[in-house]
């Protein structure tokens, strides 16, 4: 049952983290004639405390969005005045869906936990490159991993894992900052809602459809992302707490993609999925009067087609809040 619970916290992981993957890519740069609200707002020449934020409204109903990257230092001190001042009097905090794996998914798991080992008795030593295989070992003893739950997991469950450790081992956190803002919504008494649903099926069918070359891939990709996080994910984290978004595009155009996920349909689906819910929330939110918070990965909102395009489409007007 342990192998399976180690199993377990490894497609959750993938599913919590697909928009943090998803965020390395560079981001896409509309072009002088492209009419996406990103270009309108031009949110980099906004010199207010604080990370970027975003106002929707429709006639009197409001959403203050919040962009947040993941992972962020526990020690990083951002500036909270902005976002508390948003927090009061809304109605509620509309934040990304946790996953969750119950006790069907882990049943399910444990029927099918073949698909996530290594055939026999084979370990990663005798799958991955030499190569590959060093810089295991060299993640594994720098995240202090516990090695006798990886040997003898497929590559990219292996990968995810590790940037778990090194995330555990770097001071980096993968909550913040929406544990941080859920904390502080608590606190003033705002209802906390989630956008929309993590399930385990879309994420373990990402799994399991990986071929064996795939697997090799996405450990590879998933290694690089380690150490660009060990590396980088700091400095961005501070641009985006200070709200430099021409700086943190910078980070995300030097980091490491996911390339052998990128055409995959079922985490295409995911990350759509997410995009769709956010979307339905904040519209939901400004069928009613007020004020409400919202906290979105900025995957989603800096791009083209993302969460603050197809809100402009459907008649909202996207302003940068004072």
């Given amino acids: 049952m342990r192998k ?8 959750a992981a993938i599913s919590l983290w697909s928009s943090a993957f998803a965020q390395t890519a560079p981001a896409a740069q509309p072009a002088p004639d492209d009419s996406s609200v990103i270009t309108d707002l031009t949110p980099v020449q906004v010199n207010l405390p604080g990370p970027a934020l975003w106002r929707v409204t429709k006639g009197d109903s409001q959403v203050v969005i919040l962009g947040f990257v993941r992972p962020l230092p526990h020690s990083l001190d951002w500036p909270k005045g902005r976002i508390v001042h948003a927090l009061d009097g809304a109605h509620a905090l509309l934040i990304p869906p946790e996953p969750k794996l119950g006790a069907l998914d882990l049943m399910g798991l444990l029927w099918n936990q073949g698909d996530f080992k290594l055939p026999g008795r084979k370990t990663l030593k005798d799958v991955l490159s030499p190569a590959d295989y060093a810089t295991y070992e060299r993640l594994a003893s720098t995240a202090k991993s ?24 770097g001071g980096l956190s993968s909550e913040k900052p929406v544990s941080t803002v859920s904390k502080l919504a608590k606190q003033m008494q705002v209802t906390i809602r989630e956008m929309g649903r993590i399930r385990a099926a879309p994420v373990i069918r990402v799994v399991r459809g990986l071929t064996d070359a795939q697997h090799i891939a996405c450990f590879h990709d998933e290694a690089m992302v380690a ?20 700086a943190l595009r910078v980070f995300r155009s030097r980091a490491l993609t996911l390339s052998c996920l990128e055409e995959n349909p079922n985490m295409k689906a995911l990350k759509e999925q997410g995009t769709v819910d956010a979307v339905n929330a904040i519209n939901d939110a400004l069928s009613r009067p007020g004020k409400t918070v919202a906290l979105i990965d900025l995957q989603y909102l800096d791009q083209r087609n993302g969460v603050l395009d197809r809100l402009k489409t459907k008649g909202a007007e996207i302003t940068v809040p004072n």
């Fill in 4 to 11: 399976v619970a180690g199993i377990a916290a490894a497609i």
């Fill in 227 to 246: 150490d660009w996080e060990a590396r980088d994910a700091a400095p961005a984290a501070a641009a985006w707490g200070k709200g430099d978004v021409a």
């Fill in 146 to 169: 516990k090695r006798a739950d990886l040997d003898h997991l497929k590559p990219a469950l292996v990968g995810i894992t590790l940037i778990s450790d090194m995330r555990k081992a």
